[in-house]
């Protein structure tokens, strides 16, 4: 196991991801800032917070809990991305590359996941 959460390369990813998405919601429309802005960085800030709060759990059930809680983060934040392309918020070429980077971070977790409950 590593030393430290930081670590992680799904981690390390989804803290990118952060950024990436916070600075693309920086140009939504300010009607949205209670709305879907907020929705959406709660989302993207979840994946890589519940990461860190699972491993420091120390107990592999605890952990795969909390991995999954990410997981289910980043459905979310992709159903809110589709709704925002939808809305005119986000253009194609954006949306892509974050669902592209959200897609990969998404396999790291469930691979992650797998692992932890096979060594329950």
Same mark, same amino acid.
């Given at each position: ?7 992680? /390369? ?6 990118? !991801? ?5 600075? %693309? ?5 300010? @009607?949205? %800032? ?5 929705? /959406? ?7 890589? @917070?519940?990461?860190?709060? *699972? ?17 289910? @983060? *980043?459905?979310?934040?992709e159903t809110q991305l589709v709704i925002s392309e939808e809305l005119g918020y986000v253009n194609k070429n954006e949306?892509? *590359?974050?669902?592209?980077? !959200? ?8 691979? %992650? *996941? ?5 060594? !329950?």
């Open positions: 196991m590593t030393k430290s959460f930081r670590e992680l /390369i799904v981690w390390q990813k989804s803290i990118a !991801l952060v950024v990436k998405v916070y600075k %693309l919601t920086e140009k939504f429309p300010k @009607s949205e %800032l209670f709305g879907l802005t907020s929705q /959406i960085r709660r989302a993207v800030v979840a994946i890589p @917070s519940n990461i860190a709060e *699972g491993y420091a759990r120390r107990h592999t059930k605890e952990y795969a809990q909390f991995v999954n809680i990410a997981f289910s @983060s *980043g459905a979310e934040l949306y892509e *590359g974050i669902s592209e980077t !959200l897609c990969e971070i998404m396999r790291m977790l469930n691979k %992650l *996941g797998n692992v932890l409950r096979a060594n !329950l």
